[in-house]
């Protein structure tokens, strides 16, 4: 089961990534910055020069202009290679050139002055050359330039009347405009180029860290498999075929091959589960109650263990070898004498922090007596039980009776052993 | 309890042959079931569950295509009266806890003896949750998980009432119901009945989980088409 995470981020990678991701953006602001001096530049040009054949169309222009700039100003990045917008720029750049022929006194375009709304359509092929690139930006600036021979038209000038200067004033204001448009569109495509390729560099990095990784992780697995599994597979093999051979087998060899093979599954599945399932300890010095359980369950012979704990129960190394110890003597208690079907392990740390461990067993019971039991000697393991537990500060309680089996609990209080937050 | 004389239709469900032989042998064995029908994945167990009527589902939770818990999902939602009992090969897999939320009655190790199988059949057929210790000690951690402060749940969720938690601690200390029942003075009815509202609240806490989960994503921004 796998399931999508994202991907983990190099952080010197990342920062290139958003370094070359940042270039289209610088280019944006640019273009809106130059915006800005055109519209300032047409402002000051209307006010200096003066003298318009239509006065009103020249200052509505300017105010449509203003507006216009406004808008692309607040416009989102997102949204500032919208074809509306696009169409919005071409618009306005083409109108504000035929425009300026139309408003300048009759004959005044053929001189070699700047005219007052000639500079600011430059931005239409700017923002298109950003937005398709060269492709795009010489798109614009063609239109542009028709616009700007159409604004001789407009301004009553016969085309082919041009003098020699005029003519290469036309000219210089077409190519600025078809320069304008290309030379953006080929530096943004270049700016996109390098962040896709920065980001596929960044991901194929990422991929071979992540392979290498796999690789080392597998390459310790299989150690640990050939080790250990692999070694007691090819002793069941063996055992398993000379039992095959004789005439009668001992049932305590097959019990003893199926304890072998039970406790490399058991080996194999803690490898298996091992990355995912393993909780890590919030510290160094603590270690997992639940682990160390079920660590002692696997030892006992005679009585099938169950162990159930509430979450992985941390707790300082110490305090988890002393209540393992403890279990340990209270199950192989329960395995030579109770005659139990099985005995259960259960332990948790609850909210105030206190630990219970309980070892249940189904079998025989007894009467608690003191006395009694330091008759039949077996006084001394149950002293030995509660004495670790008391050290740790803690309490030793037996709950049996005779056919009513036996829960020995023990518990510590939160002070002492200092609980560990889970 | 007695055994019922028709014997339990049963359906196997585990990617290894030679289990489901295994477990096909000791039931039929002991009859009081037969296998209905095998299948080695969550899919052809969706489609046998449809066709070949089990009673009950033993199932497998690593499965190689369509996982256990997607399985069990499918199979409850289309045929509520199905019982599915999840034998699993460790009770440390967070997929136990996921499959009994998801609908399963009941959860047994692999490592069952053969009578404790053929009873668990019967008991799951006859509508009573099948919990071992290691799935309550699973169960009560969720349950603590909610009631823990810092935790994301609202306080309409379902939680243990006080009576329910000393049970379910009983049954992960390893009693049965019989010796709950004993313990407390009360029936193992009684018992049995607290089980099966504890199973019914993690059952609502799923739904729960899921609704979180829906209006969280629904505040999410949408994925990224890059």
New interface residues.
């Given amino acids: 089961?796998v399931k999508a995470a994202p991907p983990p981020d190099e952080p010197a990678s990342a920062a290139a990534r958003h370094d070359a991701e940042r270039g289209p953006v610088v280019l944006s602001l640019g273009v809106v910055a130059v915006r800005w001096v055109a519209l300032v530049w047409m402002v000051a040009l209307a006010l200096t020069v003066g003298h318009f054949r239509h006065p009103r169309l020249a200052w509505a222009a300017i105010a449509v202009t203003a507006l216009w700039t406004l808008w692309r100003s607040l416009s989102r990045a997102g949204s500032q290679a919208s074809p509306w917008n696009l169409a919005g720029d071409l618009l306005i750049g083409a109108g504000l050139a035929v425009l300026s022929g139309t408003v300048a006194p009759i004959g005044q375009m053929a001189g070699e002055r700047a005219f007052f709304a000639t500079v600011y359509p430059v931005t239409a092929a700017l923002s298109w050359g950003l937005a398709w690139g060269v492709g795009g930006g010489l798109c614009a600036g063609a239109v542009l330039a028709l616009a700007l021979v159409g604004s001789r038209t407009a301004n009553s000038i016969a085309l082919d009347t041009l003098t020699g200067g005029q003519l290469a004033n036309l000219s210089s204001g077409v190519i600025n405009y078809l320069l304008a448009g290309g030379v953006v569109g080929f530096v943004a495509r270049l700016l996109q180029r390098s962040a896709v390729q920065v980001r596929a560099a960044d991901q194929a990095a990422m991929q071979a860290l992540q392979e290498a990784a796999r690789l080392a992780e597998r390459e310790a697995l299989a150690r640990e498999i050939h080790d250990s599994v692999l070694q007691t597979l090819a002793l069941l093999h063996k055992r398993g075929r000379e039992l095959a051979g004789q005439p009668t087998v001992p049932s305590a060899e097959v019990a003893r091959l199926a304890e072998l093979a039970?406790s490399q599954?058991s080996a194999l599945?803690s490898l298996i589960?091992r990355p995912h399932?393993v909780p890590t300890a919030p510290d160094a010095s603590s270690a997992s109650l639940r682990g160390a359980l079920e660590g002692v369950a696997h030892g006992i012979d005679g009585v099938?263990v169950?162990?159930?704990?509430?979450?992985p129960v941390w707790l300082p190394a110490a305090t988890v070898e002393e209540l393992a110890a403890a279990v340990t003597q209270a199950l192989h208690n329960v395995a030579e004498h109770a005659s139990a079907s099985?005995?259960?392990v259960?332990a948790?740390l609850d909210?105030q922090g206190e630990v219970t461990v309980?070892v249940?067993?189904?079998g025989a019971g007894f009467r608690y007596d003191e006395q009694a039991l330091r008759a039949d000697g077996s006084i001394g393991l149950l002293r030995s039980m509660k004495g670790r537990v008391e050290q740790l500060g803690g309490t030793m309680r037996v709950d049996t009776a005779p056919g009513a089996?036996t829960?020995v609990e023990f518990r510590l209080p939160p002070p002492r052993h200092l609980a560990v937050q889970q | 309890m007695t055994s019922p004389p028709d014997p339990v239709r049963v359906m196997v469900v585990d990617d290894h042959p030679v289990w489901r032989d295994g477990v096909r042998t000791d039931l039929e064995a002991s009859g009081v079931a037969v296998v209905v029908a095998e299948a080695g994945d969550g899919g052809p167990a969706i489609e046998l569950a449809r066709t070949a009527k089990p009673e009950v589902v033993l199932m497998d939770l690593n499965l190689p295509t369509v996982s256990g818990t997607a399985a069990i999902k499918q199979i409850v939602e289309e045929a509520p009266h199905v019982k599915v009992l999840v034998l699993s090969a460790s009770a440390e897999e967070p997929d136990v806890l996921e499959a009994v939320k998801l609908g399963a009655a009941g959860y047994l190790l692999k490592s069952a003896t053969r009578a404790e199988l053929a009873d668990a059949v019967l008991r799951v057929r006859a509508g009573e949750p099948v919990f071992t210790a290691s799935l309550a000690g699973l169960v009560l951690a969720e349950f603590r998980r909610i009631a823990a402060p810092g935790s994301t749940s609202g306080p309409s969720e379902p939680t243990l009432t006080p009576r329910e938690n000393e049970i379910l601690r009983l049954v992960a200390k390893g009693y049965t119901y019989r010796e709950i029942a004993d313990k407390l003075v009360i029936s193992v009815k009684t018992v049995q009945n607290h089980v099966q509202n504890i199973l019914t609240k993690l059952h609502l806490r799923r739904r729960y989980e899921l609704m979180r989960y829906a209006i969280q994503r629904g505040l999410d921004r949408a994925p990224d088409l890059d």
């Fill in positions: 089961m039970g599954e599945r589960l399932s099938p169950t162990v159930s704990t509430v979450g099985r005995a259960t259960f948790e909210e309980t249940r067993d189904d089996g829960e």
